[in-house]
């Protein structure tokens, strides 16, 4: 991949990296949530109701929404749900239901509970089966996908609202859930805990039953993404007696189960300490054969311990990670870490790795820039100057403020150069670095803009001003990005920053669209 290709991924990375913004210790670490909890939308809806499908009226009028520009059908065919035509990107077993409610759990206001109710519907229909229908943008309200609740699940639902808002108590009721049979339940049990900040899953350690957890991580059949969660509990409940166990399995790992590695790392570190970090540098970050996925899930551990984990010396965690600045095809793993943990003694080895990149390695050279000018030390200013001489173009990339490293301190209060950073540096009172961030939210009203503008220090500076606003069409949430472009004598630049600013505005809008089908996707 040729040096401006690599610049441009990585113009992108950083666009991603700071729209969703960068945030530690807010939720457990190893998880990803599916989607919203059943707690999080019942919130967000304006009505929620339980109802039963039943025989399409004779006179029913269909009001779900048509594509632009599809031509109205006559009432003989609305009326009748196998004839009606197949609609552009509809999955073949989509279908329109009606339901008649049976319970309504919120915004009985807003509706007419005697009158029934038209969603789509993926799946087929058991007889046990109550339906949870729940519809926003009141008082012109649009439905969500209907979502099939079996007896255990309607029990499950019925029982929310007595939970604890917050801490242990509020986990330790899903605790129970987590490998439950029905599949709504186990799902949302999951993603409770996924948003769950990392303090409040170790407040759990007196609900957790070990034998449990590891038989879960042992199980087969288990979802590697629910395994990462069960590593990250063994971590807070497990004993030494558990490190001989995650050591064999480290030193098996395959590729087939490799999205835990990160989670195995994090967990064996955690209940071995100092003991196990030299393992994990000599089979994950210092081995000649090592595979990229396994120095990034072993970088990501890393990290966690660094942050959140307080059981090994931030010192020694640091000292693992250095020969990685010796790899132009790896130091950029580390590269924000440093500067967001404030680490200034990396000065020397990057901007010795400044000078060996070349080829398609002069792409970290960039995010090598980023770290100098967040450093507050006059040495790296003196340094960005001397590598400006050599390398004019990648200091003006860097001109451009998306990483969110760690800001300068005050003009005239630059700290004393430090010392390089050993296992044996005295501890030091630790400050906590300020991240700049900038985050997207979903709850902007519709008359707002969100706004920047993107102004390189250059003379022939070339100023982009994307505007991201939200919009709704066909009941369903999205946003728009408009770009406004001025100035500018290098058009290849131009197309180049243009286009990484689509891509920003494409992986929002999917954010989006993957909310709205939520509901789908638990079906």
């Known amino acids: 991949m040729g040096w401006n290709s690599r610049c441009a991924w990585l113009m992108v990375a950083c666009l991603l990296f700071n729209s969703l913004g960068v945030q530690t210790g807010w939720a457990c670490p190893f998880c990803s949530a599916q989607g919203p909890t059943l707690t999080e939308e019942m919130a967000e809806c304006s009505v929620a109701l339980l109802a039963k499908p039943i025989p399409r ?40 239901t009606v339901y008649q409610p049976t319970e309504v759990l919120k915004g009985e206001s807003e509706i007419d509970p005697t009158q029934p109710i038209e969603a789509y519907y993926l799946g087929e229909i058991h007889p046990e089966h109550v339906f949870l229908l729940m519809a926003f943008e009141a008082p012109d309200l649009v439905w969500s996908t209907a979502l099939p609740l079996m007896p255990k699940a309607q029990e499950y639902l019925d029982q929310l609202p007595q939970v604890p808002e917050e801490g242990a108590e509020r986990l330790a009721f ?28 170790r407040a759990l350690k007196p609900w957790m039953d070990r034998e ?21 509990m063994l971590g807070i409940c497990g004993e030494k007696a558990d490190v001989a166990r995650l050591e064999t399995m480290l030193k098996t790992i395959d590729l087939d189960n490799i999205q835990l590695l990160d989670a195995l790392i994090a967990c064996y570190l955690t209940l071995s300490g100092e003991e196990g970090l030299p393992l994990i540098e000599k089979r994950f970050l210092h081995h000649p ?13 890393i990290r ?37 943990w404030q680490e200034w003694s990396a000065i020397d080895p990057l901007v010795q790795l ?18 100098l000018k967040a450093c507050p030390l006059a040495k790296a200013k003196k340094s960005i100057t001397d590598l400006a ?4 173009e990648s200091v003006e990339y860097a001109e451009l403020e998306f990483l969110p490293f760690a800001p300068q301190t005050d003009e005239g209060k630059t700290p004393k150069d430090q010392e390089p950073l050993t296992a044996t540096t005295s501890a030091a009172p630790e400050q906590t670095p ?18 920047s503008s993107i102004v390189p220090a250059s003379p022939a500076s070339i100023e982009v001003t994307p505007s991201i606003r939200p919009t709704t069409k066909n009941g369903q949430s999205g946003v728009s990005l408009e770009l406004a472009v001025k100035g500018g004598a290098d058009s290849s630049a131009l197309l180049w920053i243009v286009g990484a600013l689509l891509l920003l505005g494409g992986a929002i809008a999917g954010g989006f669209w993957y909310r709205t089908k939520l509901l789908s996707a638990r079906c």
């Open 174 to 201: 899903f605790l129970q859930y987590l490998e439950d049979e029905d599949e709504v339940v186990r799902a949302d049990a999951y993603d409770e805990f996924a948003k769950t900040p990392y303090e409040t899953v």
């Open 354 to 371: 400044f000078h060996e990149a070349e080829g398609d390695e002069q792409w970290v050279r960039v995010p090598i820039i980023k770290y």
């Open 434 to 451: 300020t991240i700049v961030t900038t985050s997207y939210t979903e709850e902007v009203a519709a008359t707002e803009e969100a706004t």
């Open 304 to 340: 966690f311990h660094v942050e959140e984990g307080n059981v090994i010396q931030k010192p020694l965690l640091v000292q693992s990670l250095w020969p990685l600045l010796q790899k132009p095809d790896l130091a950029d793993l580390i590269i924000p870490d440093l500067a967001r």
């Open 212 to 232: 449990t957890i590891l038989s879960w991580i042992e199980n087969e059949s288990i979802e590697q993404d629910r395994k990462r969660l069960y590593l990250t």
């Open 57 to 96: 009226p004779a006179d029913f009028r269909s009001s779900m929404p048509k594509p632009p520009g599809l031509p109205q059908l006559p009432p003989s065919i609305q009326s009748a749900e196998d004839t009606r035509p197949q609609l552009p990107g509809e999955p073949e077993n989509l279908a329109e």
């Open 289 to 301: 054969q090592v595979e990229y996925t396994e120095v990034f899930s072993a970088v990501t551990a």
């Open 389 to 392: 001489q050599i390398d004019p």
